[in-house]
Structure formats: structure tokens, C-alpha cells
């Protein structure tokens, strides 16, 4: 599994409230990864980050920020949450050995 | 922008037949990646293509590679149930994968008796 948690693993909160997802791994990867998986449109990059504070933009970024304060964690935060972010978000991480990504477990949020 | 586009995006076939997933990108990339998801669950990696030309093996299925076409080929032989799931293919952003991948909208695959 690589080594990747996330947390929490359900949510369910309301319109307008910030939500925190927090990605932990152990094996100490330099890039680390937010998607969104939505019916119809199968994974969308939120964002990625390359080291400790060093993070990029993916396509699907509005109304997402996120920090990577130390390199085992990667948050995900959403300021104001909205309907249209109602989603199962994946973490992911590179892994140099195998020329590949590696997906967390997942975390499902539902925004009512 | 890199685009990723798979078909069929549904399959129901039988047990025991073939049957290949395409994918097609629109940008020069030489890798390309295959997963796996069951429902609720998280992606699986099943291939990593890093070469034209590039073919791999895994039981009863096989990908392929071909960067001048732009196309990857999943084939799935002798179909059994256990195979039923959702496919992905991706592609790295600027031809790699540390920067991102773009995916296709996933093969939802049904293999009934």
C-alpha cells in the first residue's frame, strides 16, 4: 500500500464550512498528490507538491489550497466547502523505484 | 493540454471471451500507466509502459504501447469474472508522471457467466 493513510476516511459537512484532509506517508517520498474522482470523469489533478513547501497547481485547483509542512504530510484544505466539491479524494505518492504513482485509501466527502 | 480518451467506457461481455480496451492521448508521451479499481476501493497499478513498443503480461491480461499512434491497448483473454472492475489509463503531464498524470474516464468492465 505505500505506505499511505488518509484522514479522515468519511466526512459529511455542510455548505460554507473549511474541511482539512490530511494524507500521511512513511516512506519519506518527495512528491505527493490530491485527486478527485467523480463520476463520468474519471481522476482530476487538485494538486501535487515536490518537496517540503514546494507545491504546484493542477487542472481542477479552484477553491482548493494546500501545504506540505513536512515531507510525510500533505493537507488538503477547502476554505468554504461547496456541493460541487462533494467527491472521493485520493492521495497519491511518487515513487522513484518503479517509475510510478501510488494511491491512498481514499476519503469520501460529502458536502449537503 | 493533454487529453486522455478510452473506449469502450462500458464493456458486459462472457467468460471465456476476448476483448481490448483502447486509449488514446493527444500529447508526445512516452509512458503510460494502467490501474485498476473495484468499487469503493482505491487504484490498483497494473501496468507501467515506459518505451514504445512496450509490452507486459500479467495473467490474462496484456498492455501495449505504441507513442507514435499515440495508443495503448489493454487485452483482456479468456475473460473471467474476477476481471470485472474499472480500468484507467493515464498519462504523465510532460511525458513523465512526477508532475501529475491525466487520466481517461475509465473502462467499467462486466464479465457475467
Known amino acids: 500500500d505505500a505506505g499511505i493513510t488518509q484522514s479522515p476516511r468519511h466526512k459529511v459537512t455542510e455548505t460554507g464550512t473549511p474541511v482539512t484532509l490530511r494524507c500521511h506517508q512513511t516512506e519519506n517520498h518527495r512528491y505527493m498528490y490530491w485527486y478527485r474522482q467523480d463520476p463520468g470523469h474519471g481522476l482530476r489533478l487538485i494538486h501535487y507538491?515536490?518537496?517540503?513547501?514546494?507545491?504546484d497547481k493542477g487542472e481542477v485547483s479552484d477553491g482548493y489550497s494546500v501545504s506540505r509542512s513536512k515531507t510525510e504530510d500533505f493537507l488538503l484544505t477547502l476554505e468554504s466547502a461547496t456541493s460541487s466539491q462533494t467527491s472521493v479524494y485520493f492521495c497519491?505518492?511518487?515513487?522513484?523505484?518503479?517509475?510510478?504513482?501510488?494511491f491512498g485509501p481514499g476519503t469520501r466527502l460529502t458536502v449537503l | 493540454e493533454l487529453k486522455v480518451e478510452q473506449n469502450p467506457l462500458f464493456l458486459s461481455m462472457q467468460e471465456g471471451k476476448n476483448y481490448t480496451i483502447y486509449c488514446n492521448y493527444s500529447?508526445?508521451?512516452?509512458?503510460l500507466y494502467w490501474y485498476r479499481q473495484d468499487p469503493g476501493k482505491s487504484l490498483e497499478s497494473l501496468f507501467v509502459?515506459?518505451?514504445?513498443?512496450a509490452v507486459k503480461q500479467e495473467g490474462r491480461l496484456m498492455a501495449s504501447l505504441d507513442t507514435k499512434a499515440r495508443l495503448s491497448t489493454l487485452h483482456i483473454t479468456a475473460a473471467v469474472h474476477d476481471l470485472s472492475a474499472t480500468y484507467f489509463c493515464?498519462?504523465?503531464?510532460?511525458?513523465?508522471?512526477?508532475?501529475?498524470?491525466?487520466f481517461g474516464k475509465g473502462t467499467h468492465l462486466i464479465i457475467q457467466p
Open positions: 493515464a498519462v504523465g503531464k510532460r511525458g513523465g508522471g512526477a508532475d501529475g498524470l491525466t
Open positions: 509502459l515506459l518505451s514504445n513498443g
Open positions: 500529447t508526445t508521451s512516452d509512458r
Open positions: 507538491s515536490y518537496g517540503v513547501k514546494d507545491t
Open positions: 497519491a505518492i511518487w515513487a522513484d523505484t518503479y517509475n510510478e504513482q501510488f
